[in-house]
């Protein structure tokens, strides 16, 4: 009978060799994962923090602000008429107030 043991150590050494690459892809791939999660947690952060600025900037802003009279107290707006030669206004230049002349 032929002794295989020789045989069955080398396919053990190549399984072995085989599990420690797959064990170094994945800590390289949630190294990366890693990464992209601390980039994106520092760029979301960032954005939260330019936006807090904002907010307190118009808090102070507006605490120093007159206040507005409400649209219905602002006189109505005059219709501006469209030059001579052109198309019939359209709905939007209608509902903005154009109209043709002529």
């Keep these: ?14 399984a072995e060799e085989e599990i420690r690459t797959f064990y170094t892809d994945c800590e390289r791939k949630i190294e990366q994962l890693h990464k992209e999660r601390d980039a994106k947690v520092a760029k979301a952060k960032m954005k939260l923090e330019i936006l807090s600025k904002l907010i307190e900037f118009e808090n102070a802003d507006a605490s120093n602000m007159p206040s507005v009279a409400p649209p219905e107290a602002l006189p109505p707006l005059s219709p501006v008429p469209l030059p001579i030669g052109s198309t019939a206004p359209t709905p939007l230049a209608q509902a903005i107030g154009f109209k043709k002349v002529g």
């Design 1 to 14: 009978m032929r002794d295989i043991r020789s045989d069955l150590h080398e396919r053990a050494n190549l």
